[in-house]
Every structure is written in C-alpha cells, then in structure tokens.
C-alpha cells in the first residue's frame, strides 16, 4: 500500500514538473522600418553618395527640406535660402543668386557684372493715354530707384523723354523734353539733387514698337531712365 502511494505521488510529482516547464513562445524579432538606402558610386571617383531623406522618407540630395521629386534645384548649398520649388533666392532678379550676390538689392534689369554688382542700369516709365503723368505701376519703379539711389550716391541719373508719331515732328519733340524734365523734378522732391539728374528729349526718333497699334504706340510713349556709375566720385 505504501509503495503504491508513493509511485503515486512521484507520478504526480514529475506531471507537475512537466507542466510548468513547458517552453515559452518565441518573441517576434523587431523589423526596422527605415528605408534601405542605396549606395553610389561617383563616376570616376571612389566616393559614396548617401542619399538622404525627410520625414516622408522620400529622397532629399540638397537637404532643404523639399523632396527631389518636387525639387527643381537638387544641388542647392546647405544653409542657403531658398524659394518653394527648392532654389536658391534671386531677390533683384538679375541672374545671380543672393548667396553669390554682392549686391543682392540692385534694380530690377541692370545688367550686372558676374558677381551682381552694376554699373549700369535702365529701365522705362510708361504714360497713360491722353494723361500727362506716368502710370501708377511705374511710379512703384521710380520710388524704387529712388531708394537705390539714396544708398548709392555715386549713380547719377539720364532721364530720356520719347513718344509715339502722334502729332507733328516738332511737337512730339517738345512733349518728350517736357516730360523728361517733370520726371526730373519728381526724383528732385524725393531727395536726388539736382547735379546727379539730366534730362533729354529724344520725341518720335527711337521707337521700340510699332505705332501702328495701340499696344505699340504705348510702349513708345515712355521715359527711358539710366542710372550710371560716375567715374568721378571713385577718385
């Protein structure tokens, strides 16, 4: 009896044993979810180009947060400004970005040297029809030029008077003069003396349009304006 009791309990013993030692379930191994990325190489050299990535984790060469996909300027410098589509600013729009740009603040189509700097500039007023003043929209340009030459007192300033063929050889020459000399008189109120302002009258002569039409003899009816470096003031 006694020994049939303890083959019991030894039974009972090991079935227990068994049963908490039964093994554990394997823990799931952790998959990374970042992207694989792909190595270069440089043509002609042996360096790796490692793409990088923005939180879309989509590729971004230049690092200025714009995707390459939507980026028009791929190869943009690290740190430099840039505009929506991923270049780099051009403020004065004069094809040299402001990051080369010696002058970042010149006016709006000089023709600039290579590092943005001008030494000429010219730009055109243009009148309404039938109205002896230049139109609002030029008005924006000339206060802007005004600007430019407050900071800039070696420029001096060629006001070119010019008209369509409306009217007489003679009266068109007139009206040019005159009209040259008001938009001399306006830069004088805004503060440019009197000794950097010259102003000519050049009439019908020099037409950049036809007159044919409306649209042309507009285009004609202006006040050609260049701002130049004097020479003088540098010595």
Known sequence: MLGRLSLS??????????????????????????PQVQFKAQEG?????????????????????????KDRCTETPVGVE??????????????VKDYEDACP?????????ADGCADFFSFNLYYAP???SITPKSMLVLEKAVGFLSEHPEYNVRIIGHTDNIGGTAYNLKLSEERAAEVLKIFNRKGINFSRLEAIGRGEAEPIASNDTDEGRQQNRRIEVELYEDLNSKK
């Open 130 to 132: 039938r109205v002896n």
């Open 45 to 69: 050299s042996e360096s790796l180009l490692v793409p990088t990535y923005i939180e879309s984790m989509a590729p971004d060469s230049d690092h200025d947060g714009i995707p390459d996909s």
């Open 9 to 34: 309990v030894i039974a009972s013993l090991l079935l227990l044993g068994c049963s908490s030692s039964q093994e554990e379930a394997p823990k799931p191994k952790h998959v990374s979810t970042s």
């Open 82 to 95: 840039i505009d929506e589509e991923g270049c780099a600013l051009d403020r004065d729009q004069d094809g």
């Open 105 to 113: 603040n010149s006016m709006a189509h000089a023709k600039v040297k």
